[in-house]
């Protein structure tokens, strides 16, 4: 991938983010800001129920759209506050359990099936180490919602909406770019890839 484009889609990230910080934040029941905050998940997973030809997925989703309108048409208020919660807490525990289910006895760990297709060598102290990084990722996810959990039940509204926004996407990256720098320290052996290769080796993974 060109760096400009590289740049252009940390930059638009970085803008949706702080969006969806003050909209959740400042004006959190209104339509526009619901379906700015929810529509990106709804339409996603309808996409991928779509292309799956996933019947309870597909009515889920209207489901879920139909319960939006009723709750925005009652006024919103804390109502959407929680489904706001439930939402990035929903997102992360998906995650995570798509990578746990990947760690039971006799499956392979999920970046280690990444990691697999990218490296032409892939020696037992890298299957070894995707093991544990795929188990760190898992951590990570767990952890979001553990202090979403706190922040919603201790802090202003505001500080839990810049935590779902900006915080917990921002240490994700800071964990992926912690563990390149870490992974090349402690294991120079290790051969190299780029970002490119992961995510041409996320996307043959997803598809």
């Known amino acids: 991938m060109p760096h400009w484009r590289i740049v252009a889609t940390a930059a638009a990230l970085t803008a949706y983010a702080l969006l969806s910080y003050a909209l959740m934040a400042y004006a959190p029941d209104q339509p526009?800001?619901?379906a700015a905050l929810f529509g990106p998940v709804l339409v996603?997973?309808?996409?991928?129920?779509?292309?799956?030809r996933h019947v309870p997925t597909l009515l889920g989703c209207a489901a879920a759209v139909v319960f939006l309108a009723w709750v925005v048409?009652?006024?919103?208020?804390a109502e959407v506050n929680r489904l706001y919660v439930l939402q990035h807490a929903a997102v992360n525990a998906s995650l995570g359990l798509a990578f746990a289910a990947t760690?039971?006895?006799?499956?392979?760990?999920?970046?280690t099936l990444m990691a697999e297709r990218i490296?032409?060598?892939?020696?037992p102290a890298m299957r070894a180490y995707t093991r544990w990084l795929t188990g760190v990722w898992v951590g990570y996810f767990g952890a979001m919602i553990a202090v979403s959990m706190v922040l919603y039940a201790l802090a202003p509204w505001p500080w839990w909406s810049f935590f779902c926004n900006v915080m917990t996407?921002?240490?994700g990256v800071s964990l992926f770019v912690g563990e390149y720098v870490i992974r090349y320290r402690r294991h120079p052996e290790f051969e190299r890839a780029s970002l490119a290769q992961a995510l041409k080796a996320y996307r043959a993974r997803g598809q």
């Open 32 to 34: 526009w800001s619901v």
């Open 119 to 123: 490296h032409d060598v892939f020696t």
């Open 169 to 171: 996407p921002l240490a």
């Open 73 to 77: 048409a009652r006024g919103g208020g």
């Open 103 to 111: 760690l039971r006895p006799g499956a392979t760990p999920l970046i």
């Open 44 to 52: 996603a997973v309808t996409i991928g129920g779509w292309v799956r």
